[in-house]
């Protein structure tokens, strides 16, 4: 049901961009959108007690901008720092009102933006360009689902369509189309040449995280994270270690059959490899099979290890969830974290909690990173697993 493979490769590494003072400008452009506000903290005393620490939280992301998903944190800080950098503005000075009139408009309307995404990215970017007014071309991999396709479309002013890719080919094909066609690639995955924008996408994310140390009352010792590419991941972890005074465990948590992270941890080498599963799984948003290198530089240097998780774990964790009071309704890639908790409750697994220094005194952060974005696959598996 779950694997663990510890890092033991650690390395230093430079977290100091995703720290409260140098992300302070992600929170003013969030404040600015009409629809913001901070999304709920829930804690669960009762799974806390089967597992026998003193603490689990949930940072509850399936109300986010209406999104169901924590993407478009991430979608419109890069594409207004893109806006920003076309139009020769200031980031820090330039407000939405501003870009919004003569001639900031006209310009920004003949923008056009391209991504690749397995969902909630290209829901978050479509939204952004609904907001700005400008383009957006949405290249979904083989596999997707026309729900999900369908969402990206309603959320903004996306043109989506689903390839016969696979999300990484994906990835490399809309990077050439948007090349050749002038459009500016605002992708949430980096590599060698490509990372200045992935990096915004990171800061980006980076607000739900301090959003949830105002809520908390105590500072988290285990941070356990869904990793796909890694970027959200590596955004949470590096603003973490900028924040608790002492540093938190942090671990990242994938589908077994696409775990690139898992795969790397296990190599020992200190690279990041690509997974070699059948990249068949529920978890949709984890469906990616080659680690961001800005996330791999953060978790690869300061996570404890990485755990790859059957889809009968998320399900678990949508079922747990969903009995909460009130419900808390979390995805197939959002419920995977709440579902590893419980599995690790069980006594087989004690030497997992031994390695990962769980005790009375852990508190615990989990993000519930989408909804029910995919409602009829959400619907019968909750209500009639």
């Not at 007690?49 to 979608?75: I, W």
């Not at 190599?267 to 059948?278: C, E």
Request: aromatic share 8%.
């Amino acid at each position: 049901m779950i694997q663990f493979s510890r890092n033991a490769q650690g390395h230093k590494c430079n977290t100091s961009v995703f720290s409260q003072a140098q992300t302070r400008i992600v929170r003013r452009v969030h404040s600015m959108v009409a629809d913001y506000a901070p999304t709920a903290l829930r804690e669960l005393p009762e799974l806390a007690n089967r597992l026998g620490v003193r603490a689990v939280f949930v940072k509850d992301e399936s109300s986010r901008f209406g999104l169901k998903a924590f993407k478009g944190l991430g979608g419109i800080y890069a594409m207004y720092r893109m806006i920003c950098e076309a139009l020769e503005l200031d980031p820090e000075a330039a407000t939405l009102d501003m870009l919004r009139t003569s001639p900031c408009r006209e310009r920004i309307g003949e923008m056009h933006f391209a991504t690749t995404t397995d969902g909630n990215h290209g829901k978050g970017v479509s939204w952004a360009a609904g907001v700005f007014g400008c383009h957006a071309h949405v290249f979904m991999p083989k596999g997707s689902v026309e729900v999900r396709a369908q969402a990206i479309r309603d959320a903004g002013s996306a043109e989506v369509a689903i390839t016969d890719m696979a999300y990484d080919d994906c990835v490399a094909w809309t990077s050439r189309i948007a090349e050749e066609n002038g459009w500016l690639l605002i992708q949430d995955t980096s590599w060698e040449g490509y990372e200045q924008v992935p990096l915004w996408i990171m800061q980006g994310y980076t607000t739900l995280f301090y959003e949830a140390m105002n809520q908390m009352k105590t500072r988290p010792t285990h941070l356990f994270l869904q990793a796909g590419v890694g970027a959200m991941a590596g955004a949470i972890a590096g603003a973490a270690l900028e924040t608790c005074p002492s540093a938190p465990i942090i671990a990242t948590v994938e589908a077994e059959q696409v775990a690139c992270f898992y795969e790397s941890f296990k190599a020992g080498d200190g690279l990041p490899h690509k997974a070699t599963g059948s990249g068949e799984t529920i978890m949709a948003g984890l469906n990616c099979a080659v680690p961001c290198t800005l996330a791999w530089d953060i978790l690869g240097g300061r996570a404890i290890g990485g755990f790859a998780c059957s889809d009968e774990v998320t399900e678990l964790g949508m079922r747990l969830l969903s009995r909460e009071n009130p419900p808390i309704v979390a995805g197939e890639s959002g419920a995977v974290t709440a579902g590893l908790m419980e599995a690790l409750a069980d006594a087989e697994y004690s030497d997992v909690r031994d390695n990962l220094r769980l005790d009375r005194d852990s508190v615990i952060l989990l993000i519930n990173t989408e909804g029910d974005t995919d409602p009829d696959n959400y619907r019968s598996i909750v209500y009639h697993g």
